[in-house]
């Protein structure tokens, strides 16, 4: 059984504008790596079918590619909480951030910011504390992982440098009333 079974809820991520095939290819790979259930692109300003020089894992062939000519076309499933993640004032940073069950992240375009139509419809702004901004791929990734990390179960850490020095403990369900 795989780590993925354990992790409760569903999650997508997507990009807003972007311009370069490359990027949203890595970004799509690791999402798909990840257990992403669904990618998104919105006003692309490439052709997707050009993703496959970087994204390898082929994730259109795994996971459901969605695509939206508009943010007012942009539809998410209900009770889906659409997360941004940008370098804005006032974003929560993300160590410090607990994911929703039900999740879609979405990530701007390479020389720019996401569009203010879609900050509107965000109920949540991330943002990674680096020094300055990292390739969307990279942001992705570390977004990714960060969910799949505080979400996911996994041994403890050990306080000493080294692997964990015990298994996760197996799921209790719920007993009956």
């Known amino acids: ?9 569903y999650f997508g991520i997507g990009v807003e ?19 992403a259930d669904f990618v998104f692109a919105i006003s692309p300003s490439v052709d997707l079918k050009q993703l496959n ?20 076309e942009f539809k998410l499933p209900k009770g889906c909480q659409l997360v941004g993640v940008e370098l ?14 039900q999740a879609a992240y979405i990530l701007g375009p390479e020389k720019g910011e996401l569009s203010p139509e879609i900050i509107e419809r965000c109920e949540h702004v991330v943002k990674i504390p680096t020094k300055f901004c990292v390739n969307v791929g990279v942001a992705g990734a570390i977004l990714l992982y960060d969910r799949w990390l505080t979400r996911g179960r ?17 799921h209790i369900l719920g007993g009956r009333s």
């Open 1 to 9: 059984m795989g780590k993925f079974s354990h992790m409760r809820g």
């Open 17 to 35: 504008r972007i311009s370069k095939p490359m990027n949203v290819g890595n970004l799509f790979r690791s999402a798909h790596a990840f257990g």
């Open 53 to 72: 020089r970087s994204d390898t894992s082929n994730t259109h062939k795994h996971v459901p590619l969605y695509e939206f000519a508009t943010p007012k």
């Open 88 to 101: 804005l004032e006032g974003a929560y940073d993300l160590p410090s951030f607990t994911h929703p069950e």
């Open 154 to 170: 996994f041994a403890p850490r050990p306080p000493a440098p080294g692997g964990p020095t015990e298994d996760f403990s197996p």
